[in-house]
């Protein structure tokens, strides 16, 4: 039987098909929407758990993973800290399927000088190769964990985290 324990706004506008259109970036090892959306109690412990402080609170009160505020070191804590297992590594795997993209605001792209996400990128998921005017970015998909720990050092908000392969996954 389905739980529905809690209705708070963001639940009953998803009971009402009323998902937004980008789905929210929930943390590592959370369920698919739908079932996190059930399982999660708002408690808000893997937003207190985390090291890095790169959980918040969203408009409806579920935690959101937000890169302008650091990097995911995949460190568990808070799945650790989800007693009704919302994030769960047994259910949810890899922890996200997020991937980092750059968009045509980038600086380097539009001939200036920076390399600010390479050399955040511990993946070495960021390469430069030869462009007009200077050197491009390029991400290695494979590489590329979603950490996020470019999009907040990049100095014109160029880069952003999605799920290419399953804009539900
Ligand atoms: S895995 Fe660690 S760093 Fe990443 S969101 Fe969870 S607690 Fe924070
Ligand atoms: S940090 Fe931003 S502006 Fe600089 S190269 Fe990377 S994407 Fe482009
Ligand atoms: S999200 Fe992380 S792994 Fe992917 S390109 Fe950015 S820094 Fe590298």
Known sequence: MTRVAAFSPARRAFLRGGVQAEPALRPPWALDEPNFLVACDGCGVCIEACPEH????????????????????????????????ALDKTQAQPAW?????????CLAKNGVTCFSCRDACGEMAIRFRPAQGGAAPE????????????????PVSAISLARPENPHG
């Open 54 to 85: 790169v959980l918040a609170r969203s408009e409806g009160g579920y935690p959101v993973f937000d890169p302008m505020l650091g990097e995911c070191l995949f460190c568990e804590a808070c799945v650790t800290a989800c007693i009704p297992r």
């Open 97 to 105: 399927r997020l991937k980092a993209g750059i968009a045509s605001t």
């Open 139 to 154: 991400l290695d998909t494979d590489r590329c964990t979603g950490c996020g720990a470019c999009v907040g050092i990049c």
